[in-house]
């Protein structure tokens, strides 16, 4: 733990205060973390567990050497501009925000001295701490603050480096949309469950556990996925008669295509073209 470590949240929603617990008395002391929010009960909420908060950008800020962004990409412009007097040199700034490019926050922190930009994809499961985050830097990022900014997000699950920011968009239609598509397939298994004459409850209880199940499984195992799929189904079994179903109708081929349309959607939001 650093005490020399200061972070600032602008914006302390859900993604923010996952983070803020992640680091919180691990990375720094939670007094060394700053929160800006226009919100009175968020305020509340990181004020109970020692952090600092202000309503709006205030001197607290040019303390802090590290920022991360963590509101709506709507008004992430306004934000990034109302905040960036309080910046000091070299500041390590982190956005959290899907859709807004390091090209837009160097021309909204145009005027300040040299920031270091770091642009993630999260995603949800950093809620509970089991969070997949994709990172890309800016060329001029030092290896020491790139280190820190994986050590940050690396607080709240796993993380991964990519070559070209426009990867973030192949990041958001994996992992960042991901988890709705494992939501659908729990959804999915227990409707199936009820038809097979189950309860609802006990249905939804076996499918989230076997998604869960199959999910450390896979994370501990030595094996790839494949290899795993394939000790599981039997010449002729029960499991094979439903592998088979999704082979037909090309289940595979499905979810390519829906990660394409995210990744579409995605690259249009970076791009300024999604509305």
């Given at each position: 733990?650093?005490?020399?470590?200061?972070i600032?949240?602008?914006?302390?929603?859900?993604?923010?205060?996952?983070?803020g617990?992640?680091?919180?008395?691990?990375?720094?002391?939670?007094?060394?973390i700053?929160v800006?929010?226009?919100?009175?009960?968020?305020?509340?909420?990181?004020?109970?567990?020692?952090?600092?908060?202000?309503?709006?950008?205030?001197?607290?800020?040019?303390?802090?050497?590290?920022?991360i962004?963590?509101?709506?990409?709507?008004?992430?412009?306004?934000?990034?501009?109302?905040?960036?007097?309080?910046?000091?040199?070299?500041?390590?700034?982190?956005?959290?925000?899907?859709?807004?490019?390091?090209?837009r926050?160097?021309?909204?922190?145009?005027?300040?001295?040299?920031?270091?930009?770091?642009?993630?994809?999260?995603?949800?499961?950093?809620?509970?701490?089991?969070?997949a985050?994709?990172?890309?830097?800016?060329?001029?990022?030092?290896?020491e603050?790139?280190?820190?900014?994986?050590?940050?997000l690396?607080a709240?699950?796993?993380?991964?480096?990519?070559?070209?920011?426009?990867?973030l968009?192949?990041?958001t239609?994996?992992?960042?949309?991901?988890?709705?598509?494992?939501?659908?397939?729990?959804?999915?298994?227990?409707?199936?469950?009820?038809?097979?004459?189950?309860?609802q409850?006990?249905?939804?209880?076996?499918?989230?556990?076997?998604?869960?199940?199959?999910?450390?499984?896979?994370?501990?195992?030595?094996?790839?996925?494949?290899?795993?799929?394939?000790?599981?189904?039997?010449?002729?079994?029960?499991?094979?008669?439903?592998?088979?179903?999704?082979?037909?109708?090309e289940?595979?081929?499905?979810?390519?295509?829906?990660m394409?349309?995210?990744?579409?959607?995605?690259?249009?939001?970076?791009?300024?073209?999604?509305?």
């Open positions: 733990m650093s005490k020399d470590l200061r600032a949240f602008i914006g302390g929603g859900n993604m923010a205060a996952a983070l617990a992640g680091l919180s008395g691990k990375l720094c002391p939670a007094g060394n700053h800006v929010d226009i919100n009175e009960d968020i305020r509340a909420r990181w004020q109970e567990q020692g952090s600092t908060v202000a309503a709006s950008a205030d001197e607290a800020l040019r303390a802090c050497n590290v920022w962004y963590a509101v709506k990409p709507q008004v992430m412009g306004q934000v990034v501009q109302a905040t960036r007097p309080w910046m000091a040199p070299g500041t390590l700034v982190i956005s959290i925000a899907a859709g807004i490019t390091l090209a926050f160097e021309e909204w922190l145009a005027g300040a001295e040299s920031p270091r930009l770091v642009r993630c994809m999260p995603n949800t499961p950093a809620l509970v701490g089991a969070g985050s994709g990172l890309y830097a800016a060329a001029e990022v030092p290896q603050q790139r280190e820190l900014a994986a050590s940050i690396a709240v699950g796993t993380v991964t480096w990519v070559e070209r920011e426009e990867q968009d192949a990041v239609a994996l992992s960042g949309s991901g988890p709705a598509y494992i939501f659908l397939l729990i959804e999915a298994l227990t409707a199936g469950g009820e038809q097979l004459g189950l309860a409850a006990d249905a939804q209880t076996l499918a989230i556990q076997t998604v869960l199940g199959a999910a450390q499984l896979a994370a501990n195992s030595t094996e790839s996925p494949a290899v795993l799929r394939q000790r599981v189904t039997s010449p002729g079994g029960t499991t094979a008669a439903a592998l088979q179903v999704f082979e037909q109708r289940w595979a081929a499905i979810v390519g295509e829906a394409q349309a995210a990744a579409r959607r995605a690259a249009e939001l970076s791009q300024g073209t999604g509305s």
